[in-house]
């Protein structure tokens, strides 16, 4: 009803509205005042946490995606190995998995059934699962050693926005947590990286102030059959994400690259006026992953793409090769995702709209999959 979707024309827009709770919602009382963190949901004991040697992540869709995100925080602030794979791939190839082993099964519904064998097949190998779920009580978390819930409070558009987000913030939490229960890398990088987290919903809504550009590029693309999204880092699954959330509403062809792959294949793709997405990674940081990006931006653009820019406030290098820029807020590398994301959901939100599409429940698709 109406009343249900607090004056907004959709429940996606209420939701992309509600990212800033949510994201501050998911981080309440799991950080202390001194800047720990303090996961009492994490019920696997700090012995076994200190002896696990691999982590897999498996999930589904946009799920999938944040755990991608997942594997670049968790690694680097942890160094333990981690790969993330597709729930519906993984038992499928006799993974390797032992009691050192630490599934992390991520899922908004909790009821996603190739999520749900995954992680029945992993603990049957003696595998330790913890599941980021957003539904209280499903089946994935019951089925599970742990749970760390996400506060995005109910979702109900099919396309997944605030509840991804959240997994987010659940991912970069377990994966400090990791951290900071094995004493590795808890340094000065980590510390103001918890700092920022804090802030991040602040940003969040920054992000959402500034979005009417980004909506009028939307209706202007309408018409069009294709749109790529590029990334590199953890703007790759970023662009995934940003192309996934266009076929589901726009029913557009559209698909993410990494960017370094652009030479290998899909700058064959690139004609007159084709609109071509880009996450921008900081110019700080990893810089040189910036500079790189900024040179596949010449690249496509000389060949005629329309280039629709998303870049770090005060990162005036990209300024010659964008037709449309879209500002985010300065952010930590590995938290960008946070901020980046959001007007690709605005995006995809619009263009459907302006297409007469029906965005809560676009054709074909369920809210959960519970079905192999
Ligand atoms: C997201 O927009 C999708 N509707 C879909 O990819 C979803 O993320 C996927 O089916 C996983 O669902 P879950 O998080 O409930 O497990």
Not at 19 to 42: C, F, M, N, W, Y
Not at 182 to 187: A, D, H, L, M
Request: proline share 5%; aromatic share 6%.
């Amino acid at each position: 009803s109406a009343a249900e979707k607090a004056g907004y024309d959709y429940f996606m827009l209420k939701e992309i509205a509600e990212q800033p709770k949510a994201v501050a919602d998911t981080l309440l009382g799991r950080i202390d005042a001194s800047g720990r963190l303090t996961l009492d949901e994490v019920r696997i004991d700090a012995h076994a946490l200190r002896e696990i040697d691999k982590i897999v992540i498996v999930a589904c869709g946009t799920a999938f995606h944040a755990g991608m995100i997942a594997k670049y925080a968790i690694e680097h602030w942890t160094r333990i190995p981690c790969e993330t794979e597709l729930a519906s791939e993984f038992r499928y190839r006799d993974p390797i998995l032992d009691p050192r082993t630490l599934v992390v099964a991520i899922s908004q519904s909790g009821e996603t059934m190739d999520t749900l064998m995954a992680l029945r097949h992993a603990r049957e190998q003696g595998s330790k699962v913890l599941a980021i779920c957003n539904t209280n009580g499903s089946t994935i978390p019951r089925e599970s050693d742990a749970v760390l819930y996400t506060h995005a409070g109910p979702e109900v558009a099919v396309a997944s926005t605030k509840a991804f987000l959240t997994q987010l913030v659940a991912c970069y939490l377990v994966a400090l947590y990791l951290g900071q229960v094995r004493g590795t890398k808890w340094g000065d990088e980590v510390s103001s990286v918890v700092r920022e987290l804090s802030d991040i919903a602040k940003q969040v809504d920054q992000v959402l102030e500034t979005m009417e550009p980004v909506r009028e590029l939307a209706r202007s693309l309408k018409d069009k059959n294709t749109v790529l999204f590029l990334g590199r880092h953890v703007g790759y699954p970023v662009a995934l994400e940003g192309a996934l959330k266009l076929k589901e509403l726009a029913y557009m062809h559209a698909e993410g690259f990494a960017a370094g792959e652009l030479k290998h294949g899909p700058i064959a793709l690139v004609e007159d006026d084709l609109p071509v997405v880009v996450v921008v990674p900081s110019p700080r940081g990893r810089s040189v992953l910036h500079d790189k990006i900024v040179s596949n931006i010449q690249e496509i653009r000389a060949r005629g793409a329309r280039t629709i820019v998303i870049a770090e406030e005060g990162d005036e290098t990209v300024v010659p090769y964008a037709d449309h820029l879209i500002r985010i807020p300065a952010t930590p590398t590995l938290l960008q995702p946070l901020v980046a994301t959001v007007p690709l959901q605005v995006f995809a939100c619009e263009l459907a709209t302006a297409r007469g599409n029906e965005v809560d429940q676009p054709r074909n698709l369920a809210k959960s999959v519970t079905v192999e």
